[in-house]
């Protein structure tokens, strides 16, 4: 090793720092089967979590649990300007509330699990700087003391003379001063920025295999890029290597706008003699506006943002069945043969991973959800539902709390094992929907018969609601039920089959199903609904007659 880095280090790192091979021995490689995976998502705490970080989580997850690997959490808290106050328990709470289980990282308490960590980097000072400090002794790190404005003037000068942006070649004007003048600036009291020494040449090239974007050449980077800055806290690419590398990561899973960095990474990781991990680049999630695709912006979309999921009432489940619906277009066709086994049984393939991006459809996302919710049992659908309300909808929870018979029977309505009825794809839609089963939402609930059924005339509602009054026996079963009021639309001279109606319209007033109709709207203030029968089983008898005589007294 030369002499002079050697004094250059110690210059830069006087303070005490881990010996990095006793590292390399505490993080031993992980005893695990062949073929396991080990990965992690590293989101930045920024107060914020976005529903992509949910979807890489769910990938690296789902990849690791099916390989018997690891799925870690690992808190990428370096940029100090982003730091909001109980970001870390936001994603720590997030990746609870998905369900998301990592085997290693930091826990609420503010202790931590796993035997390779600490998994929040600015805990890990001391590691990064152990590692800048080698690589300065080994001539592959130097200080920079470039001014920002001397920085910016270099660009400039590039932008005019038409040539790349960076610190390479001649503009890395720091990479071969002198001990004596780094030792000048230390004197003035500046602090220096750590700098890779990159060997790379820009015409060379790079063969790099992404596990989803496929092989691929990329140009070498020839910047020499910052590894530590002035304060002392790595960049993403250095923080990424030593933790990488240290956490013993077998696949780095990660959103696609890392892809433009991985030569480098590559590069670095060559640099350190260490083996890489396998890269996945996954695309994001994107949005359709005015018919071209984009990102989803924080800024921009409250969709963004898994709160918003939460607040809307869509079920967790449903949420990560969507995501792995949009994730491997290969999870659609299984879900349709196994609609009500868990997602853990399928086996998620990196190679079916998309290469652009998945579009974020609502529609698409709420007839996954039906499809969920339809699979879950009655006492599932109340519970979750509680829990929903319990957060966001006080007066449903109150609901819920005071009427939880009367709830099962309204959630058991025209279920059983064949057939489950699909008109829920969220827990906000629950007063909509079945609110008025209970009077004081009922009472409010303003509609207008005349106008939903404008070819029924009046006197014929009227007489319709005087018949069933007299005639209504819900005991008697649901064929009974149906004879009777087929029997008051025959005498009302409505026809007592559609098709009956159909092929004589002249010889009927209406068919069966206006009748129906009628009834339908004035009980529940709807024109669509569950099973009519079910829906008066579930008011019962005198709240039905209660509610067609209001009609007619109205
Ligand atoms: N902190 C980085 C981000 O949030 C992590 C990327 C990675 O997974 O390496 O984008």
Not at 191 to 200: A, M, S
Not at 442 to 458: A, C, D, M
Request: proline share 5%; hydrophobic share 35%; glycine share 6%.
């Amino acid at each position: 090793m030369n002499e002079d880095n050697l004094k250059l280090a110690e210059l830069l790192f006087p303070n005490p720092l881990p010996n990095t091979e006793e590292l390399e021995n505490k993080y031993p490689q992980r005893n695990l089967p062949e073929g396991a995976i080990v990965t992690r998502v590293a989101p930045s705490p920024t107060g914020f979590m976005h529903i992509g970080t949910v979807y890489t989580a769910l990938i690296c997850w789902k990849l690791a649990k099916q390989s018997s690997g690891i799925f870690f959490l690992r808190l990428e808290d370096t940029d100090k300007k982003r730091e909001v106050e109980g970001a870390n328990q936001l994603v720590i709470d997030g990746l609870e509330t998905f369900q998301l289980d990592y085997d290693e990282g930091p826990l609420l308490n503010g202790s931590q699990k796993g035997n390779y960590g600490p998994y929040i980097q600015s805990l890990r000072k001391d590691i990064y700087q152990a590692f800048a400090k080698k690589w300065v002794m080994e001539g592959k790190a130097y200080p920079c003391f470039a001014s920002p404005e001397e920085l910016e003037e270099m660009t400039n000068r590039q932008n005019q003379m038409k040539l790349r942006p960076g610190y390479y070649k001649e503009f890395a004007i720091w990479r071969n001063k002198s001990l004596e003048e780094v030792k000048e600036s230390l004197d003035k009291g500046l602090t220096p920025v750590i700098r890779f020494r990159n060997e790379g040449h820009s015409a060379k090239r790079i063969k790099v295999q992404d596990l989803v974007k496929g092989k691929s050449e990329l140009p070498e980077n020839d910047n020499d890029i910052v590894i530590l800055k002035s304060d002392g806290i790595p960049t993403y690419h250095f923080a990424h290597l030593i933790d990488d590398h240290l956490m013993r990561t077998t696949h780095v899973i990660r959103g696609d706008e890392w892809y433009s960095s991985l030569a480098l990474h590559l590069q670095l990781f060559k640099a350190a003699g260490w083996e890489a991990p396998k890269y996945a680049h996954i695309a994001p999630i994107q949005k359709l506006e005015n018919d071209s695709r984009r990102k989803l912006s924080k800024r921009k979309d409250p969709e963004a943002g898994i709160t918003y999921y939460f607040e809307e009432g869509f079920p967790i489940g449903g949420i990560l069945d969507y995501l792995l619906t949009i994730a491997d277009s290969n999870f659609e066709p299984w879900r349709r043969k196994n609609p009500s086994t868990s997602f853990n049984e399928y086996n998620l393939e990196i190679k079916h991973l998309g290469k652009s991006g998945a579009l974020l459809d609502f529609q698409k996302l709420n007839h996954v959800c039906t499809l969920f919710m339809s699979q879950l049992t009655v006492d599932q659908i109340y519970q979750f539902s509680l829990e929903w309300a319990n957060k966001y909808d006080l007066e449903l929870k109150d609901l819920l709390e005071k009427n939880k018979d009367l709830w099962i029977s309204i959630f058991s309505m025209e279920r059983d094992n064949l057939n489950q009825r699909k008109d829920l794809s969220k827990w906000s839609m629950l007063k909509s929907y079945y609110g008025f089963f209970f009077d004081p939402i009922y009472q409010n609930l303003e509609f207008n018969l005349e106008e939903f059924l404008p070819n029924v005339e009046k006197q014929v509602k009227i007489e319709a609601c005087q018949k069933l009054i007299k005639s209504l026996n819900l005991d008697l079963g649901k064929e009974v039920w149906l004879e009777n009021i087929k029997n008051i639309a025959e005498g009302l001279n409505f026809a007592r089959e559609v098709k009956d109606y159909k092929q004589e319209p002249d010889k009927y007033l209406g068919h069966f199903g206006e009748i129906t109709q009628i009834y339908r709207i004035i009980l529940t203030g709807r024109a669509q609904s569950p099973d009519l029968y079910e829906i008066m089983k579930v008011l019962g008898q005198e709240k039905v007659i209660e509610r067609l005589e209001k009609y007619l007294n109205s």
